[in-house]
């Protein structure tokens, strides 16, 4: 089953280069949003301390803003959003234009607050708005890419992901210095309005391609609720995925926040030298693991339907003793580069992992799947990752002082582990799960 609508005797479907060059200008669309997306997400962090020190904020209400009251709105709103965007009817361009247009504005509105409810209501109104986009982008690109392609296919828009939390971390730490943080958030917001009316213009739903030209389509029978998720969690596989990609962005997310620290408090780095490290060192290393992800699933996917999920297995089991390796090396440079390797093979899940979610149900039930991996990764990961690293910081911090966060980064790198395993356990039913199309 692929998803595509089914012509009725007679029409002429559209060209195949007209497809092609429709299906590149979505993807290159959808990862310029999502790009958008992860920069105004992310923002927050490398502006902490300045949004701090104005607004006069304790550090239980900064991490209030950093973690839940993004994750959770975002990750509960992600579910009913998702089954709007699975609905047959519904024009999936619109949803990510509309969402676009919500989180950008209230990016920008961050930059107005002027104290801890304000930004706490605004910074809720991107978690929103950011709900709208990767369930329907997910489902757009597995409507649009052929099943053999579909891991690079999502690769690539996940190459978002590290690219959008560089940009953050360069751009909200340059426009702070020089025009402070409220210009830093209405600069990375604004533009996302004009990105929405692009999105409009140039994206094109490819469930009314057919009919906009005067064809009938054959449309699949709809599934409720309860069917969709009976289906969803039917799936072995897909429980596995959940998890390993649940527990990946746990550690991802702690990773992400308390590494900077690692470097400035064990290493002695301004905040300046570790956010360049982290942004252009880790940055590019997790866009080439993502897309290095997608390519190998695609290749050896091909061969054998459980290598798709093979480079995540492998790659985080071997991740881990580097990476304890790397926490444990006292030149910051050395610590840096043993951490590239780690960071690529850590960063080769999204592509595969996202694109076997979308094969492992029927296409009425794709976005709410997606939705549902989102749900886990950004309530568990990005509500609990960091704040629990903290916690666990804090209760070493009388034996291990400013070492701390060195030991709970220890124990990080060792629990990459748990996903390997899950995803390797993954692996072994994709044979008999995957849908064809």
Known sequence: ?????????????????????????????????????????????????????????SDTELGLLAGPAF?????????????????????????????????????????????????????????????????????????SVPAEKRSSAIAFYGLGVPIGSLLGLILGGVVNDLYGWRIAL??????????????????REPRHRHAIEGAVVARPPQLGARAAFKEIFASRAFVYILIAASVTAFLGYGKALWTISFFIRSHGLSTTEAGLSMAIVLGLAGVFGTWLGGKCADIFGKRDKRHILSLPAFGMAIGAPILFLGYAMEDWRVAVAMLVLPTILNSAYYGPAYACVQGLVRPQARAVAASIMLFGQNLIGLGFGPFLFGVLSDALAPAYGEESVRYVLYGAGWLGLIPAFFFWRASLRLSSELKSG
């Open 1 to 57: 089953m692929n998803g595509k609508p089914a012509l009725a005797a007679g029409v002429a479907p559209p060209s195949a280069d007209s497809v092609k060059a429709q299906t590149r200008v979505m993807l290159w669309i959808l990862l310029i949003v999502y790009i958008f997306n992860f920069l105004d997400r992310q923002i927050v962090n490398i502006l902490a301390e300045p949004i701090k020190d104005s607004l006069k904020l």
């Open 186 to 203: 209405m600069l990375v917001g604004a533009p996302g309005l004009l990105l929405a009316l692009a999105v409009l213009f140039f994206m």
């Open 71 to 143: 994750a959770v709105f975002y990750a509960l709103l992600g579910i009913p959003i998702a089954r709007y965007a699975d609905k047959e009817g519904t024009n999936r361009v619109r949803l990510i234009a509309g969402a676009l247009a919500i989180w950008s504005a209230m990016t920008a509105v961050c930059g107005l607050a002027q104290n801890f409810v304000q930004l706490l209501f605004a910074r809720i109104g991107v978690g929103v708005g950011e709900a709208g986009c990767t369930p329907a982008a997910h489902s757009l690109i597995t409507d």
